[in-house]
């Protein structure tokens, strides 16, 4: 038996903090030697951060990634293990994103990312250049200062792999395992039995399994050892890193790290036996022959032994159960976990919440909530970070400490009910109640005379006063434009009452810093531009901007039972009203209604819009077939043209949209991710032209089955009723 002790990481890195990203880096050596490991992976760019993004285009940033490689190779801290660590390297005028692999105080061989991840959140062609030379090392010029400390001049960079004298070593860097044709087939042929793969992967809900496929399938039918290590939280952007850093051995997952958590550095142990990949190689006979014609990569010859002999006392790292957390449990814990990196990193002493007691805000509630009761089970597990960490930002005294989540909300957690003449006393309630189950400091203020302050200025301008339409009929007297901005002026002053008490509160309660506005508009609403622009939605951070109503629904059913917000369910189980119109006995005002379509069915477009990537033409034949049994072309078509018309009007809005946890793979959230215009011809001619075209033609198409059928005495029956049933 070769037995070899292995260790990956999940590290919750800081993009440009080179000291703290330093630490945390040592600290996972220490604790994988400490363990017996003679491998340790570290994640993708985690000397710098891998969310530096133009930073990466700045020389210091590469110079300072070096002085840090240098820190680690000058001291003990790679003795006896091989470490994999990710900085950016210049090689003359090309910058790559590379993998350094040290062992001994010397660098073995850089490794140069062939595949870069380059759509969705990812810009890495923007910064690194990807390395064209396949099956090839070249020489690699050490800079100076480097080559001094270290006596060693150059080292092999390129594509290629380490072989020691027991086992061969090799990386594949993040998106490399999901080419097409990934490099770990070829690298199996040629002897490779341990592949590390450093990668920078954030979280998306339901998103894990696909990862974990792919570790799977990398050595299910050719054998390995797979390493996986992963960022995990907040390094400065609107991604978190759902770690779940983790080993495969010959198809079966032998240790999972955690998905979400608050912990700064973990690290993955487990033993394997290299003998069971060699013996599952040789059992296949298809892996032989194609091994016998493979092509050969080259490698880095190293003079050490990794492996121990066979060991009773030593105990091989059996298979596990693949851990994931339900969709409702990643929308409590991943934008917890981003919330506490965000706060703790910011200076900000809390959170401030305009809390309307509908679903959306009372879903950020919770989800605070939810981080509140992390930090409290953090600290009685014992980590000391989390515990100074909130020390600080609760502003205790005396040794004291959180030991309860609802005393540790009051501390850092404002929620503020906004009340108008147009609010309902049920919305005001179910507020106070969620305000009081969580622990919040919570305030009722009334806004009405703000809103009257600023009409009579208006009137007073203009000599006229707007006033409501009601439902379409004209019972107040006004127009929609009037209506409109009543509505509009009720929701910016929210906004800045927000900020003004998340300023000076802290102030009034002799509290030192500042608080977080917290937004809640979801992603449907940013995509349908339901939503004013510089109201409520416009705040400093916005943990549920990229997660749709429905899975918002889902988490405040599961939150009532699982984090003990029982009010959580009568908040779900309300219709969403954004409460800005008059109240009536006979009207109330719905999202649903306002906005011309239902929340579901701005998933589909959302989905179809992004994911499949449809203009309005292929949406309206994809839906055709999707609603075909109980929608009409004509009446596809009509919503269809309903909902390009509102996206394209309120597009703009995108540009000015709080920076919002990234969670939903169709997000509208214009500065990173969807990268659209924001300025439209709202009426589509071309596209709706033919959309009109595909549906005169398919009633044409209707009548002459018609006849057809009435001409054969009902023989083209079944024909007919099936081609207005697309889904027959």
């Not at 969670?663 to 009109?692: H, V």
Request: aromatic share 10%.
């Amino acid at each position: 038996m070769r037995l070899l002790k292995v260790a990956t990481c999940n590290l919750n890195q800081w993009a440009m903090d080179f000291n703290f990203n330093l630490k945390n880096t040592k600290e996972s050596i220490a604790r994988a030697k400490a363990a017996g490991a003679v491998i340790r992976l570290g994640p993708e760019l985690e000397i710098t951060g891998y969310g530096c993004e133009d930073h990466f285009l700045e020389l210091d940033t590469v110079t300072h990634a070096w002085e840090c490689l240098k820190d680690i190779l000058l001291g003990d801290w790679t003795d006896g293990i091989l470490c994999s660590f990710g900085m950016p390297v210049l090689k003359g005028s090309e910058r790559y994103n590379c993998q350094v692999l040290c062992l001994n105080r010397k660098i073995i061989m850089i490794r140069p990312k062939m595949w870069l991840a380059n759509d969705g959140n990812y810009r890495e062609l923007r910064w690194f250049t990807a390395w064209k030379q396949e099956e090839k090392l070249v020489d690699f010029q050490l800079p100076v200062e480097i080559s001094d400390a270290l006596s060693q001049k150059s080292v092999p960079f390129g594509y290629g792999y380490i072989q020691f004298l027991d086992t061969a070593i090799a990386a594949e860097v993040c998106e490399e395992l999901f080419t097409p044709m990934p490099l770990h087939a070829e690298l199996a042929l040629n002897g490779v039995e341990v592949f590390m793969n450093a990668s920078g992967s954030h979280h998306q809900l339901r998103k894990l399994d696909l990862r974990l496929r792919a570790f799977i399938g990398a050595t299910q039918n050719r054998g390995g050892v797979y390493m996986y290590s992963n960022h995990q939280g907040c390094d400065g952007g609107r991604l978190y890193y759902d770690g779940c850093s983790c080993i495969v051995v010959n198809g079966e997952v032998v240790a999972q790290g955690s998905q979400f958590s608050l912990k700064d550095i973990e690290v993955v142990l487990a033993q394997v036996d290299l003998d069971a990949v060699a013996s599952l190689r040789g059992s296949i006979s298809s892996f032989q022959e194609q091994a016998s014609s493979k092509l050969i990569i080259p490698s880095v010859s190293a003079p050490y032994k990794l492996c121990q002999p066979f060991n009773l006392k030593v105990p091989l790292s059996s298979p596990i159960k693949i851990g994931y957390h339900s969709p409702e449990e990643e929308i409590a814990f991943g934008p917890g976990c981003w919330l506490w990196d965000y706060l703790r990193r910011s200076g900000a002493s809390g959170f401030l919440l305009p809390l309307s007691g509908g679903a959306d805000s009372s879903s950020v509630a919770a989800i605070v909530g939810c981080m509140c009761q992390l930090v409290v089970k953090e600290i009685e597990n014992g980590d000391e970070q989390v515990k100074a960490d909130a020390i600080r930002i609760g502003q205790y005294r005396d040794g004291q400490f959180p030991t309860d989540s609802k005393e540790f909300a009051k501390r850092i957690f404002y929620t503020v009910f906004m009340g108008s003449e147009n609010s309902s006393e049920i919305t005001k309630s179910r507020a106070k109640v969620l305000a009081d189950e969580i622990g919040s400091w919570h305030l009722d203020v009334s806004i009405d005379s703000v809103v009257s302050a600023f009409l009579s200025l208006f009137q007073t301008l203009t000599g006229k006063r707007p006033r409501y339409k009601f439902c379409f009929v004209q019972v107040d007297g006004g127009s929609n434009i009037e209506n409109l901005g009543l509505q509009n002026i009720q929701a910016r002053i929210r906004m800045v009452l927000a900020f003004m008490l998340a300023s000076l509160l802290p102030w009034v309660h002799n509290k030192s810093g500042f608080y977080l506005v917290l937004g809640s508009s979801n992603v449907d609403e940013g995509l349908r531009g339901y939503l004013t622009k510089y109201d409520c939605s416009s705040a400093d951070i916005n943990p549920i901007g990229s997660i749709s109503k429905q899975d918002l629904r889902a988490f405040l059913r599961w939150a009532a039972t699982h984090l003990g917000y029982l009010s959580l369910a009568d908040v779900e189980a309300a219709p969403p009203t954004a409460e800005l119109e008059p109240i009536r006995s006979d009207y109330s005002q719905l999202d649903e209604v306002d906005m011309g379509m239902t929340y579901e069915e701005l998933s589909v477009y959302g989905r179809l819009r992004k994911i499949f990537r449809c203009g309005p033409v292929s949406m309206f034949k994809n839906l055709c077939y999707k609603w075909g049994t109980r929608l009409t072309p004509s009446e596809v078509a009509e919503k269809v043209k309903h909902f390009f018309k509102y996206y394209s009007i309120n597009r703009h809005k995108m540009t000015v949209l709080t920076p919002s946890y990234h969670a939903e793979s169709y997000s509208p959230e214009d500065n990173r991710f969807d990268l659209r215009q924001f300025l439209y011809n709202a009426r589509w001619p071309y596209q709706f032209r033919k959309i009109d075209e595909l549906v005169e033609k398919f009633n044409g198409d209707q009548e002459n089955l018609a006849v057809a059928s009435d001409n054969s005495g009902g023989g083209m029956g079944v024909v007919a009723a099936r081609a207005g049933d697309p889904d027959a």
